[in-house]
């Protein structure tokens, strides 16, 4: 709900409400022994924070850049191997590796 500045004609209180919108305007000083009219004053508004996930600049792109992405993105997918399998060929073992010792120890 907004917070709302008021400020009296006759004594000039200044005080905040908090009110939803659809209430009525407050008509009467909030001061003690003060029966002036108060006027609502301009609020300057109040700070946006967003907090979580999803305010990135990539949720609000247009259609038809996402269908752009999703064909780019299927198409790189498709020219590469599914991930876990093995591949057609398998490398030859280097001599290095299976080469025993003759000599006696």
């Given at each position: 709900?907004?917070?709302?500045?008021?400020?009296?004609q006759?004594?000039?209180?200044?005080?905040?409400?908090?009110q939803?919108?659809?209430?009525?305007?407050?008509?009467?000083?909030q001061?003690?022994?003060c029966?002036?009219?108060?006027?609502?004053?301009?609020?300057?508004?109040a700070g946006?924070i967003?907090?979580?996930s999803?305010?990135?600049?990539?949720?609000?792109?247009?259609?038809?850049y996402?269908?752009?992405?999703?064909?780019?993105s299927?198409?790189s997918?498709?020219?590469?191997?599914p991930?876990?399998?093995?591949?057609?060929?398998?490398?030859?073992?280097?001599s290095?590796?299976?080469a025993?010792?003759?000599?006696p120890?």
């Amino acid at each position: 709900m907004p917070t709302y500045e008021y400020e009296c004609q006759n004594c000039g209180h200044q005080f905040e409400a908090v009110q939803s919108m659809k209430d009525p305007r407050l008509t009467d000083c909030q001061k003690a022994g003060c029966p002036g009219p108060v006027h609502r004053k301009i609020g300057r508004g109040a700070g946006i924070i967003f907090k979580g996930s999803g305010f990135y600049q990539t949720d609000y792109r247009s259609d038809s850049y996402k269908a752009g992405a999703k064909k780019d993105s299927d198409s790189s997918t498709s020219s590469s191997p599914p991930p876990g399998t093995a591949p057609a060929t398998a490398p030859a073992p280097s001599s290095a590796s299976t080469a025993t010792s003759t000599q006696p120890v």
